[in-house]
């Protein structure tokens, strides 16, 4: 299996397409940063950190098209939306929530101004599917809490505390 393919299955585990737009030409993908499936109008989002750029395939494969995404930070996830969601370097929080139209929405998450540009990046963004849509959990490596991420900001999950975990109320 390439590093380099995105896999599409249908509701039974099935494949139903594979492909791979790896390599340097105006189409083609360095780095899968984040995939996701964009319900709204049946397309694949793919965010190529190294070329700060997002893909948009139909469903048989095809580039759609292609737009720069230099969002002066990491975007890590895609919802199901097609809202993304980036880790920062600058600017005034640590996440950035972009449209699928890279239009910022809003951020979240305020930065502390003691950490450098390595801390600020280094943070642990996680997703997945979940009773009420798409679950984004936010993780900065410098912090004690663990966050819900939403389009609307961020709300305290967890508090870690000597390897416990004590959930907020």
Same mark, same amino acid.
């Given at each position: ?12 585990? +099935?494949? !139903? ?6 390599? %340097? &030409? ?9 995939? *996701?499936?964009?319900? !709204? ?7 190529? *950190?190294? /070329? @700060?750029?997002?893909? +948009? ?6 580039? =759609?098209? =292609? @737009? ?8 890590? %996830? ?13 600017? !005034? ?20 101004? +003691?950490?450098?540009?390595? %801390?600020?990046?280094?943070? %642990?963004?996680?997703?997945? /599917? ?10 900065? =490596? ?10 609307? &900001?961020?709300?305290?999950?967890? =508090?870690? +505390? ?8």
């Amino acid at each position: 299996i390439s590093t380099h393919s995105v896999f599409v299955f249908d509701g039974e585990g +099935r494949e !139903k397409v594979s492909f791979s737009h790896f390599g %340097q &030409g105006p189409k083609e993908y360095i780095t899968m940063t984040s995939v *996701n499936y964009h319900e !709204k109008d049946s397309l694949i989002m793919l965010y190529d *950190n190294r /070329k @700060k750029k997002l893909f +948009r395939f139909d469903l048989r494969g095809r580039c =759609v098209d =292609v @737009k720069s995404a230099d969002v002066g930070g990491i975007i890590l %996830q895609i919802d199901s939306e097609g809202d993304m969601f980036s880790i920062n370097r600058t600017g !005034k929080s640590l996440v950035s929530i972009w449209d699928d139209k890279l239009q910022m929405r809003g951020g979240c998450l305020p930065f502390d101004e +003691r950490l450098d540009d390595a %801390q600020k990046l280094s943070s %642990q963004m996680l997703s997945g /599917k979940g009773t009420d849509g798409d679950v984004l959990k936010l993780f900065p =490596v410098c912090s004690d809490t663990v966050y819900s991420i939403t389009k609307e &900001g961020a709300e305290p999950l967890c =508090v870690l +505390r000597r390897g416990r975990y004590k959930c907020s109320s």
